[in-house]
């Protein structure tokens, strides 16, 4: 240890008394001047007395429990590195933290190892300038260009952008939700590109792509000979995130055995791979996306508690389309310009079509965009993309005419039941982009059940798919 390292003072503020001797006996042992608070209060007293170059405090103690340590030590203190390390996550107080601007989010029980990397980067870290602006000063244009791969003017869009700012810089754990089409893999791999993992790999781990079976083997490796066809070692998809970030896409697909096994390496930094007996340690930020409300599969026993709690430290809700203004148009005419490239002769898309976009409900949100406009480049005959270009379903009338309601009226109370009901398996489909199990789920039937009234009513989910 050097007297540079010795010379740093950490104050340490937690309600457990034992947690609290352990960490400050393990610091000092790493040459930290070390000075243990039991709560919020004592902290900001020693604050107001000592100096120090490093806060390390709980989240959920007495004189923090409305996170007034961590909102009065970056307002009085700036200068001062902060890291929370809490036992009961909260979504709203890991996103409040992370805006604050502080330097890591821990979960307990913390490994040494982590914690004391954590602690040197803080202490590396070059303290922030006052000439530098925060994120609650930061104006659109500056994030837009900071973020140029995600393409948004709106307010939803402005408020995502800022938690994004400041989640980058953390090694905190993040699930994204929202609707499929939405983005979440743009947002993840802006999150890791922005991020201080960026030289190393962002390594895409499909959940609907593994079998249940092949789970360990896929994820964390195998030996030679350890099952039938394994002619030769192989390393696991998450031996190519170490130093990088592991994306599981369509995490709330995961089955409950395999969500045990994640667990066990998410908590534990480290896996053992298939017919081998040796631990390997790897260092991984995990990024999960799913278009499922993980609380309500929580609840229903379906996802792991304490896997939700681990992976969703910070929780980011993507808008979709439709609840993003003029967004729309600006993501039309990126697109525009990608598909411009085979085909040189649109120029433009007409009025007509962006009040059309502007009224469409885009139950495929982004993603269906995207095809909507590659396949009227491809349709067009003229200079611009017209109403004749956009699919049928598209062009037709979203709400109800008073010829409408006057037609409603004429037929009987089983016609007008019958017709709302396959307006609402429509609506299903469109919104699930003709998943069936996620359409039977919200519907409140069996799969079976599912196919039988779609059968019924002459539809086809295949025709909503993108």
Request: hydrophobic share 35%; charged share 25%.
């Amino acid at each position: 240890m050097n007297e540079q390292q010795m010379a740093k003072r950490i104050l340490i503020a937690d309600d457990e008394p034992l947690y609290l001797r352990t960490t400050g006996q393990l610091l000092r042992k790493a040459g930290y001047v070390c000075e243990c608070v039991p709560d919020g209060d004592a902290a900001l007293e020693k604050l107001r007395s000592e100096p120090f170059d490093l806060i390390l405090s709980d989240l959920n103690m007495p004189g923090n429990l409305k996170l007034e340590l961590l909102r009065q030590g970056r307002t009085q203190w700036p200068d001062i590195p902060l890291i929370v390390i809490t036992g009961v996550p909260s979504l709203p107080t890991a996103i409040e933290a992370v805006r604050l601007g502080i330097a890591d989010y821990l979960l307990k029980p913390v490994k040494y190892e982590d914690l004391l990397a954590s602690v040197r980067r803080a202490l590396t870290q070059p303290a922030p300038s006052d000439s530098e602006p925060t994120t609650d000063q930061l104006d659109f244009e500056t994030l837009s260009s900071k973020f140029p791969e995600i393409l948004g003017r709106s307010e939803p869009m402005l408020e995502l952008l800022e938690v994004i700012d400041r989640v980058a810089l953390t090694d905190t754990n993040v699930l994204i939700t929202g609707e499929s089409g939405t983005g979440k893999e743009v947002i993840a791999q802006a999150i890791h590109s922005h991020g201080r993992r960026h030289e190393h790999n962002f390594q895409v781990i499909d959940c609907t792509a593994i079998p249940e079976s092949l789970f360990e083997s896929v994820l964390f490796g195998h030996a030679k000979g350890s099952f039938t066809g394994a002619i030769m070692d192989q390393d696991g998809l998450l031996s190519r995130s170490h130093h990088g970030t592991a994306f599981f896409d369509e995490i709330g697909e995961l089955p409950m055995s395999s969500q045990a096994k994640l667990l066990r390496a998410v908590q534990e930094q480290a896996f053992t791979p298939v017919g081998k007996n040796e631990l390997h340690r790897v260092d991984t930020r995990y990024i999960c996306a799913t278009n499922r409300d993980l609380q309500e599969e929580v609840n229903a026993g379906r996802f792991r508690q304490d896997l939700f709690y681990r992976l969703g430290v910070i929780h980011m809700e993507l808008p979709p389309l439709r609840d993003r203004g003029d967004d729309v148009i600006l993501l039309a005419d990126a697109f525009l310009k990608e598909f411009q490239r085979d085909n040189t002769r649109i120029t433009g898309i007409s009025d007509e079509v962006i009040d059309c976009f502007r009224r469409y409900e885009w139950p495929g949100n982004i993603r269906e965009l995207r095809n909507v406009i590659e396949r009227a480049v491809a349709l067009s005959r003229g200079e611009s993309i017209q109403l004749s270009d956009l699919p049928k379903p598209m062009r037709e009338p979203q709400t109800s005419t008073p010829q409408a309601v006057s037609m409603l009226a004429e037929i009987s109370r089983e016609e007008a039941l019958d017709n709302a009901d396959q307006s609402y398996l429509t609506a299903l489909l469109k919104k699930h982009s003709g998943n069936i199990s996620q359409a039977a789920r919200q519907a409140g039937l069996s799969r079976q059940g599912m196919h039988k009234l779609l059968a019924r009513h002459g539809l086809d989910a295949t025709e909503y798919r993108p």
